[in-house]
Nanobody, 122 residues
Framework: QVQLVESGGGLVQAGGSLRLSCAAS????????MSWFRQAPGKERDFVAA????????HYADSVKGRFTISRDKGKNTLYLQMNTLKADDTAVYYC???????????????WGQGTQVTVSS
């Protein structure tokens, strides 16, 4: 049983930073991709960033390139999202997800965390 537990969300002013964590357990992830998605009220769940667990290849949505950094710690089985220069538009519930491929489609992911709220005040 795969478990993903996010943490690190909160309230921050525009221009500030937050680091999200996602602790993963329940299997080995060497052949998987791990991603962050976000969902604002009344909107679809959007792709934010992804990383291949084995090689560390990263991919980003255009809206966060240059501001967000995805990384993973294999020893701790933990995924991270460092978010800098936050904007009000970044306000959303952030989810980590595990899937077989690096894709931007939420439906293609097999496992999800419960989400963590990020609120950016302008």
């Amino acid at each position: 049983q795969v478990q993903l537990v996010e943490s690190g969300g909160g309230l921050v002013q525009a221009g500030g930073s937050l680091r999200l964590s996602c602790a993963a357990s329940g299997r080995t992830f060497s052949s998987y991709a791990m991603s962050w998605f976000r969902q604002a009220p009344g909107k679809e769940r959007d792709f934010v960033a992804a990383i291949t667990w084995s090689g560390g290849s990263t991919h980003y949505a255009d809206s966060v390139k240059g501001r967000f950094t995805i990384s993973r710690d294999k020893g701790k089985n933990t995924l991270y999202l460092q978010m800098n220069t936050l904007k009000a538009d970044d306000t959303a519930v952030y989810y980590c997800a595990v899937g077989r491929w690096v894709v931007a489609t939420a439906a293609r992911y097999d496992y999800w965390g419960q989400g963590t709220q990020v609120t950016v005040s302008s």
